[in-house]
């Protein structure tokens, strides 16, 4: 089984900063992708940013510029460093993990979700 573990989540006023951090353990072969996606109230859930094999980030539009996400996934380790926040970007943010994790089928890749930690920004 692999597990991701998300801390960092709270409250803060529009303006402030938040630092989400995700670690995955359990049986990883290896992973190919880590990131964050968001689902806000009553909204479907979305990219926020995510770090690929050869260090390559990736981020959503409304993100650019104010958040960073950084780490290694050779360590199974990213943060997201969360700056200048608005109330938009209230949601429930999860981290993401893609990758081969089964030695029964080595070859495969599986997607792995965290439970979610809650980010509110008040105006």
């Known amino acids: 089984q692999v597990r991701l573990v998300e801390s960092g989540g709270g409250v803060v006023q529009a303006g402030g900063s938040l630092r989400l951090s995700c670690a995955a353990s359990?049986?990883?072969?290896?992973?190919?992708?880590m990131g964050w996606y968001r689902q806000p109230p009553g909204k479907q859930r979305e990219l926020v940013a995510t770090l690929s094999s050869g260090a390559y980030t990736n981020y959503a539009v409304s993100v650019r510029g104010r958040f960073t996400l950084s780490g290694d996934i050779t360590k199974n380790t990213v943060y997201l460093q969360m700056n200048s926040l608005k109330p938009e970007d209230t949601a429930v943010y999860y981290c993401n993990a893609i990758g081969r994790f089964d030695t029964r089928f080595p070859t495969r890749e599986f997607s792995y979700w965290g439970q979610g930690t809650q980010v509110a920004v008040s105006s």
């Open positions: 359990g049986s990883i072969i290896s992973i190919r992708e």
